[in-house]
Each structure stands twice: as structure tokens, then as C-alpha cells.
């Protein structure tokens, strides 16, 4: 016999027994629920003053029967939270209100979570009998933002819709919609931002860069959410009722991810992921992707693989304990290292070995700046946030064949070119990897043999698109960075590009306030402008008067 589950402390024989009794009934599978067993539960929680539910097949048998108290019962573990995106469960609740209420949000985020066919409450009127029927099943994604339809019906004795109907034509809507998501190929996400010092502009502004590195890695942004707290949830950063509402999204828009703009700690993560079944990344994870996709070069990929494994090694965790025989004494001693130990220990060890290889490319690179250093060619190195144009002004002046794309980091790898000025003056220029906003520590770690040619640099061009609301932010963030490398002593030339994006009366009050040179790599405005500067700052002892046409 099957057992009943829940709250039956203090429940008497004779309740016990009409409950299990409960499994040999049968309900036709195109209805919700039958008078009869409608009935049946009603007067149970009537006596037990408790909800009774019951879940049933698509066969119209009783798989559970669940008791619970006055006000909600707790379901038996059915399986994954995500049992499929295209069919649902299989199986529908009925149960009980003992003050007929219509269904509770706990009911309805049942019905999402757990994919159910339906979820029907019983109304328990005078002396036991039902009475109204509040009913509701899953919708397909709609641009309402609804995730149920919810109806109520006066009474059980009324005529109920075909359920068998409804819910073949409800999984065929969902199939057609997973079609036709499918198309393209592409991890679809939501994004989630947490304001927690009141500056919700600016959590803004850092949201709209997150969905621009989405774009940058190849996902698909279906929705974001930006929610204001005074501080983080310790558990899931975001709040416990964001989250579900997130669950609840993510499961009708069939999101494969959520990224979130914070980083996670590594509990976090564990336990988003948990209560959720989707992949979790946070900013940095992301944009450790993106370098890991845009590498080209060996020492790219080196440099990229060190600050994955940095980042990685804390977030190395496992959840079985049993495989533990770490900690000595009775039931301790045994084969010694857990995998766990194993897997963090070969990390280390690939970590120390790339760290190795990356020194030895910094002493290669030192000696050939020292080479370049002794024919005395002074270098300009060209700095800036990502997506600026660094790349495009590079091509712009040196004819350079450098990738040059309307996305987040499209070059990381360092490009040098030989720069001739009038006077038969020649120069290095280097365009190095775009900064960004709260840039990885492991990161920054990991390129600074590539971030070493900044120190040679007679002159950093600065590169900043005039056209970004952002742009002061852009600018503090890359001096952040750059003074954290010891470079802010460095002769530095503000370099405004995109400027045709701007008025004339911006560009002048933009130069007047700021200083620099206004420029456009793409049309190539304002370059002779930009070299004559660089002459003089470099040759300042009879620099040339006219640059010439570039």
C-alpha cells in the first residue's frame, strides 16, 4: 500500500485509513477533478481541519496523496524542478481550501516550477461538501508577461473543459515556440543587475555594457532585471521573491542562462544554480569567455587559460561528501585524496606551469623592447576602454590590416607598427587590450606581459568615444586602471574619437573642458591634428609645424 506523505502526526486510525483508501479511486482523465472525489477530500479536511491534495496521472490514477495544515501542504519530491521545456509534467494537484480562497502564490509557483498539468483547488463549504473550483494551467509565453491562466468555476457540479484537449493543445503551443527558438542557435539569457548604493542610473548604465558583452559572446538577452536592495542577499544576492520570479521567466521564455552584472561568491553561485537548474555566470565569468573566444595568439591563450584557472580553483566544489577521507580518526583512513583534492591539485599545478611559460614570454618581450630601446624609437602606445576605436584609429594612421569590430574586445592581442613622421622621425605604435569597468583582477594579472609594453611608452594616446553618455565614467575607469599599473606619470594625449557623432558646439566645449584632440578613425577627421600633437610631444625640440596629409 502506498503511504501517505506530510503532516500526519495526530491524525486518527480511521483518518488514516480513508486517506490511503483514497489511492483505489479513479478519475476520468478529461476532467479536473470528479464530484466524488471532490467530496471525498472535502470532508477529510473538513475532520482534519488540514488541506488534503491528491496528484493524478494523465490516466486518472491517484499517484499521491498529501496532507498538510490549515493554510498549505507540501509536495512530495517528484522529480527535477525542470522537467522539460516542451512537455509538462503529467501529472495534475487537486487539493483542498478550507475557506475556499482562490489559489495561493505557493500553488501557482508549484504549477510553473514543477511543470504540472494543472492545479485545482476544492472549496470546503458547510458541513464538508465542496464548493467553488479554482483552477489554472501554464500559458505559453504571450509579451503579457502572464505565466497561468487562472478560472474559477462556482462549483464542481459544473461542467469542467476537456483537460485532455487543453493540454495537448497547450504542448503543441510550446513545441512550436521551442521550434522557433531554436532557429537561432544561441544561448538565450536573462541578465540581472542588483543597485545596492541607491545610484540606480549608473546600474543602468552598467546593465546596458552587460548586454553588450552578451552580444560580444554570442548570447541571445531575452529579458533583464534590475532590482534595487540597501544590501545583498548573503545567499542569492538578489532577493528570495526575485529569484523565483526569475525561475518563473526563464522556464516561459526557455532561457538556457542568467548572467548576472555583480560577481558571485562561489556559494552564491552554487546556490542560484541550485534552486534554479540553469547555468549561472556573473560578469567576470563572461568576460573571461569573450577573451577566451577573441584569443588568436599562443600567448593569448596562455595568458586567457591562467585567469580562467585563477577563478576557477576557488569554485571547485563537491557536493557528495561521503567520497571525504580527509579527515582522519573511525571511518577516515582509505585511499587518501578525495578526486575534489585531485582536481584542485592538477590546477595548481597547470596554473604554476602557465605562469612559467607567460614569465618566459615577458623576458622575450623585454628583450625586444630592449632591441627597439637601443635604435632609440620612441613607442606611442594607444590605450583606452573597449569598443573606442583604438583598433580602427591603428588602421587609420598605420594602413594596419587589425580587426576592427562594433564589439566588446574584438582585439586582445597587442599590435605593433612602425609610425614615420615628417623629418625622417619614426615611431612605434602599439595597440594594446581595451580596458573596462571593474576589469578582472585575474585578468589584469594574467596580460601583464602584454600590459609591460605600456611601460616603454614615451606617449599614451587615450582613446575615449566622445559619443558615449558614459564617457566620464570611461575615462576614470581606465585611469583606475592605469594607476594601479603605475602608469599615470606617463605623458598622456586625450584623443576624443567618434566626434563626428557630436555637434560642433559639443566638440568645442568638449575640448575647451577637457583638452585633447577631437577626431573620427572611421571618416578620418581630425588626424593631422592628433599626429601634429604626437610630434611635438615627442620631438619638442623643433617638432614639425605641418604633419602633412596622412
Not at 496532507?67 to 509538462?88: C, F
Not at 560577481?263 to 568576460?287: C, F, N, Y
Not at 584542485?344 to 611559460?357: D, F, G, P, S, Y
Request: aromatic share 4%.
Amino acid at each position: 500500500m502506498k503511504e501517505i506523505y506530510g503532516n500526519t502526526l495526530g491524525l486518527k486510525a480511521n483518518e488514516q485509513h480513508r486517506l490511503r483508501n483514497t489511492f483505489r479511486r479513479r478519475v476520468s482523465p478529461h476532467e479536473i477533478v470528479s464530484p466524488e472525489l471532490a467530496r471525498h477530500l472535502t470532508e477529510l479536511s473538513h475532520e482534519t481541519n488540514r488541506q488534503v491534495g491528491v496528484l493524478i496521472n494523465r490516466k486518472g490514477e491517484i499517484e499521491h496523496v498529501v496532507v498538510g495544515n490549515a493554510h498549505k501542504l507540501e509536495l512530495p519530491d517528484i522529480g527535477r524542478a525542470r522537467a522539460g521545456q516542451v512537455r509538462l509534467r503529467g501529472l495534475r494537484l487537486v487539493h483542498t481550501h478550507l475557506k475556499s480562497e482562490p489559489l495561493t502564490k505557493d500553488d501557482l509557483t508549484d504549477l510553473a516550477l514543477l511543470r504540472l498539468d494543472c492545479v485545482a483547488a476544492v472549496g470546503v463549504g458547510q458541513e464538508g461538501l465542496p464548493g467553488v473550483l479554482h483552477y489554472a494551467h501554464l500559458v505559453p509565453e504571450n509579451g503579457t508577461g502572464e505565466f497561468w491562466q487562472v478560472t474559477t468555476l462556482p462549483s464542481v457540479h459544473l461542467e469542467q473543459p476537456d483537460l485532455i484537449d487543453t493540454l495537448d493543445a497547450l504542448e503543441e503551443e510550446f513545441n512550436r515556440k521551442a521550434a522557433a527558438r531554436a532557429v537561432s542557435g544561441r544561448e538565450k539569457a536573462i541578465l540581472v543587475a542588483v543597485c545596492l548604493d541607491g545610484n540606480r542610473a549608473q546600474a543602468e548604465a552598467s546593465l546596458a555594457e552587460l548586454r553588450e558583452l552578451a552580444r560580444t559572446a554570442g548570447v541571445e538577452v531575452v529579458d533583464s532585471v534590475l532590482q534595487v536592495k540597501r544590501e545583498a542577499d548573503p545567499r542569492y544576492l538578489i532577493g528570495r521573491g526575485k529569484l523565483e520570479d526569475l525561475n518563473l521567466r526563464s522556464m516561459q521564455s526557455m532561457v538556457d542562462l542568467l548572467i548576472f552584472d555583480k560577481d558571485l561568491t562561489p556559494s552564491q553561485g552554487r546556490h542560484i544554480g541550485e534552486a534554479t537548474s540553469l547555468k549561472v555566470l556573473d560578469r567576470t565569468q563572461l568576460i573571461l569567455d569573450i577573451f577566451a573566444q577573441r584569443a588568436q595568439s599562443a600567448e593569448g591563450k596562455l595568458q586567457v587559460e591562467l585567469a580562467q584557472l585563477k577563478y576557477r580553483l576557488p569554485r571547485l566544489v563537491q557536493s557528495d561528501d561521503s567520497l571525504s577521507r580527509l579527515a582522519g580518526g573511525i571511518g577516515g583512513r582509505g585511499p587518501g585524496e578525495t578526486k575534489l583534492e585531485i582536481d584542485r591539485r592538477r590546477v595548481r599545478e597547470r596554473i604554476t606551469h602557465l605562469e612559467k611559460r607567460i614569465d618566459t614570454i615577458g623576458r622575450e618581450r623585454s628583450v625586444r623592447r630592449a632591441q627597439r630601446n637601443r635604435r632609440e624609437l620612441p613607442v606611442i602606445s594607444i590605450v583606452g576602454y573597449t569598443n573606442a576605436g583604438k583598433s580602427t584609429l591603428l588602421n587609420a594612421i598605420t594602413n594596419a590590416q587589425v580587426l576592427a569590430e562594433n564589439k566588446l574586445f574584438a582585439t586582445l592581442d597587442p599590435t605593433s607598427r612602425r609610425l614615420r613622421f615628417p623629418q625622417e622621425r619614426e615611431v612605434i605604435i602599439t595597440d594594446t587590450v581595451g580596458f573596462i569597468r571593474d576589469l578582472p583582477k585575474d585578468l589584469v594579472a594574467a596580460f601583464r606581459a602584454t600590459l609591460e609594453e605600456l611601460y616603454d611608452a614615451s606617449l599614451l594616446l587615450h582613446v575615449v568615444d566622445a559619443g558615449d553618455p558614459a564617457r566620464d565614467d570611461q575615462v576614470e575607469a581606465v585611469e583606475k586602471i592605469l594607476s594601479s599599473l603605475g602608469l599615470m606619470e606617463k605623458p598622456r594625449l586625450m584623443v576624443w574619437n567618434k566626434a563626428d557623432l557630436l555637434s560642433a558646439e559639443e566638440v568645442e566645449s568638449l575640448l575647451r573642458s577637457r583638452g585633447g584632440v577631437a577626431i573620427s578613425a572611421q571618416t578620418r577627421d581630425g588626424l593631422q591634428t592628433l599626429l601634429a600633437k604626437a610630434d611635438t610631444t615627442l620631438f619638442a625640440e623643433g617638432a614639425s609645424e605641418s604633419m602633412g596629409i596622412v
